[in-house]
């Protein structure tokens, strides 16, 4: 009994991320769901309590936030520039979210409404955000800049592009997308 709802859980799991894949938020419901997954919608009050804990047990269950050790340059030479290395990491961040597909549909969510999947997330990305800041800042010794604030207005930037253009063709965007890279650097530099 026990192995067939842990199989039935993960089958309605799988059908929130279906959906969201194949049809974007809107098309998440009660019954969508149910009928994606093949089960009685009952089954969803009764193991998750409905939609909100279903959205909370996907948080739970899925990575949906790169990690900083994906994101930092270990390889770096320590003499990198600041300016230099937080461009590359922005790009590692840009690279990282294109991979996440079930991410960008989240964010692309939360930007209408907020539930217990999107809130996950941005706590999430916070949390990483912050250890991230807190990882260059010792790198760096601590530089008069504002890492945080740096990181957070490109990173915005880069998280908008990406969730736009997220069901377009890569060649889509390309000059919004260079000239989002451009002005990092010329900031950048400025910086230097």
């Not at 941005?122 to 912050?130: D, F, H, P, Y």
Request: with cysteine.
């Amino acid at each position: 009994m026990a192995k067939n709802r842990l199989q039935t859980e993960q089958k309605i799991l799988q059908a929130v991320r279906q959906i969201l894949l194949n049809d974007g938020f809107p098309a998440v419901g009660i019954n969508s769901i149910a009928r994606q997954a093949g089960c009685d919608k009952v089954l969803i009050y009764r193991y998750f309590d409905g939609l909100d804990g279903l959205l909370q047990a996907l948080a739970e269950s899925s990575e949906l936030w790169w990690k900083v050790e994906e994101i930092i340059l270990e390889d770096a030479d320590e003499n990198t520039p600041l300016a230099e290395y937080l461009q590359l990491l922005l790009k590692r961040h840009a690279e990282a979210l294109q991979a996440q597909p079930l991410t960008l549909e989240i964010m692309a969510w939360e930007l209408s409404e907020q539930n217990n999947l999107t809130i996950a997330l941005a706590r999430l990305r916070a949390e990483r955000g912050m250890e991230l800041v807190k990882n260059i800042r010792a790198r760096y010794q601590n530089p008069n800049i504002d890492i945080g604030g740096i990181l957070g207005v490109f990173g915005a930037a880069i998280n908008y592009l990406v969730i736009r253009t997220r069901r377009s063709p890569p060649q889509h965007m390309t000059e919004e997308w260079w000239r989002l890279q451009h002005t990092i650097a010329k900031l950048m530099e400025a910086h230097a």
